[in-house]
């Protein structure tokens, strides 16, 4: 039986090159932080009860009913999503008061599509 050899051929390079730009590390760090304040269903809809609320503004009184958690709960799951940045806090008497912050949701959107966005041919999409 005879042995068919097979042509040597000049190396290609096993990778494609980098022809984006990429998230560095300190805000890849803290993209993820706030996707995981994001990732969680109670805290979707808390940011949504705040959202509908006149001015865009409300009461951790009046959020706890709508979800159905305990106002430990709800204090726990808003203060994640303050230190995330989407939200402000502000105490006034005995209550917190929770304010989307213009332009953080907007901001991981716009984000996640300058890093990670890629046409249907497999290249990256110029913005």
Known sequence: MALDLLPVVAPTSCCTPVTSSTIDE???VALARTLKALADPTRI???SLIAAHEG???CVCDLIEPVGLS???VSHHLKQLTEAGLVTREKRG???YFTIVPGAVDAVSQHL???LSVTANGSPSIR
Request: without cysteine.
């Open 56 to 58: 865009g503004e409300a």
């Open 113 to 115: 599509g300058a890093h």
């Open 94 to 96: 005995v209550w917190a």
């Open 45 to 47: 809809r808390l940011l």
């Open 26 to 28: 300190r805000d890849a």
């Open 71 to 73: 106002q430990p709960t």
